[in-house]
T-cell receptor, first 113, second 114 residues
Framework: QKEVEQNSGPLSVPEGAIASLNCTYS??????FFWYRQYSGKSPELIMS????GDKEDGRFTAQLNKASQYVSLLIRDSQPSDSATYLC?????????????FGKGTKLSVIP | DTGVSQDPRHKITKRGQNVTFRCDPI?????LYWYRQTLGQGPEFLTY????????KSRLLSDRFSAERPKGSFSTLEIQRTEQGDSAMYLC????????????FGPGTRLTVL
């Protein structure tokens, strides 16, 4: 059974600090990895995707992937109160006949002004 | 607005009634997905379409659930004989065929079964 694990939090960081969100996954066949941001009562919003080992940066966001350790992380630099949300990690087997995303339960981030 | 749209945004129904939700994907996205999300959980996959073909269904999709995408554009998800356990947010997502797992979600339909 495919599983994606995240710490539920809440993770509290002061404004301007780096927030570090972590995710592990169980299926070694997973090929694509995504981070979604979800504000309370809203739908998930795609913020990052990563497909190969290493780091991928986009503005204040950096996604890191280590397939050997089955580990994905998201760093948010210069955290702002508007970053306060639940962050969902999602993985896909990609190309193994299925493109469904398997999500973790999410980590709730709170950025304190 | 060129994003995924869903209708209705909220639905309250009594146990045993049938409900139908609609999803309009982003234009030119030929893949369409349905997920369900309950409080404190991540979205769970229900089913997906490539054009009009329903290619995969989750075991979560009981016989009371049916989904269609008759012309390969919008999709409907019907729940028959609703139960209180069906209360959830029903999310639709779409993607292009050249990046099928890069999925963009609509605003969701929140279902409450009384």
């Amino acid at each position: 059974q495919k599983e994606v694990e995240q710490n539920s939090g809440p993770l509290s960081v002061p404004e301007g600090a780096i927030a570090s969100l972590n995710c592990t996954y169980s299926d070694r066949g997973s090929q694509s990895f995504f981070w979604y941001r979800q504000y309370s009562g809203k739908s998930p919003e795609l913020i990052m995707s990563i497909y190969s080992n290493g780091d991928k940066e986009d503005g204040r966001f950096t996604a890191q992937l280590n397939k050997a350790s089955q580990y994905v992380s998201l760093l948010i630099r210069d955290s702002q109160p508007s970053d306060s949300a639940t962050y969902l990690c999602a993985v896909s087997l990609s190309g193994a006949g299925s493109y469904q995303l398997t999500f973790g339960k999410g980590t709730k981030l709170s950025v304190i002004p | 607005d060129t994003g995924v749209s869903q209708d209705p945004r909220h639905k309250i129904t009594k146990r045993g009634q049938n409900v139908t939700f609609r999803c309009d994907p982003i234009s030119e996205h030929n893949r369409l997905y349905w997920y369900r999300q309950t409080l404190g959980q991540g979205p769970e996959f229900l089913t997906y379409f490539q054009n009009e073909a329903q290619l995969e269904k989750s075991r979560l999709l009981s016989d009371r659930f049916s989904a269609e995408r008759p012309k390969g554009s919008f999709s409907t998800l019907e729940i028959q004989r609703t139960e209180q356990g069906d209360s959830a947010m029903y999310l639709c997502a779409s993607s292009l065929s050249d990046s099928p797992d890069t999925q963009y979600f609509g605003p969701g339909t929140r279902l409450t079964v009384l």
